[in-house]
């Protein structure tokens, strides 16, 4: 069992930056690949970014290509998630995710509650 804790959400003005923290615990962070994903009010959870258990491959979506960084610490059992250059399009609750590496939500097996992240325009 792994348990997910994502913080750093908040309120931001369009262009500006926010760093999402995940925290884990419970068994073996480091043999995970870990995803973040998104869902906006009225919409499908989306995926974001996704980087494999050894660190070495990473992916993202189209739409935040260029502006987010993922990265993770597994000394620290922590993914980051990185965003810059923020949108009022980039509003929405963020999940972090761990299981097998990819881009489909069912690739994940656990999850975390998920952190408000709201961009002003």
């Known amino acids: 069992q792994v348990q997910l804790v994502e913080s750093g959400g908040g309120l931001v003005q369009a262009g500006g930056s926010l760093r999402l923290s995940c925290a884990a615990s419970?068994?073996?962070?480091?043999?995970?690949?870990m995803g973040w994903f998104r869902q906006a009010p009225g919409k499908e959870r989306e995926f974001v970014a996704a980087?494999?258990?050894?660190?070495?491959?990473?992916t993202y979506s189209d739409s935040v290509k260029g502006r987010f960084t993922i990265s993770r610490d597994n000394a620290k059992n922590t993914v980051y998630l990185q965003m810059n250059s923020l949108k009022p399009e980039d509003t929405a609750v963020y999940y972090c995710?761990?299981?097998?590496?990819?881009?489909?939500?069912?690739?994940?097996?656990?999850w975390g509650q998920g952190t408000q992240v709201t961009v002003s325009s």
């Open positions: 980087k494999s258990w050894s660190g070495l491959t990473t």
């Open positions: 995710a761990a299981g097998q590496y990819g881009s489909k939500s069912e690739s994940y097996r656990y």
């Open positions: 419970g068994r073996t962070f480091s043999i995970y690949a």
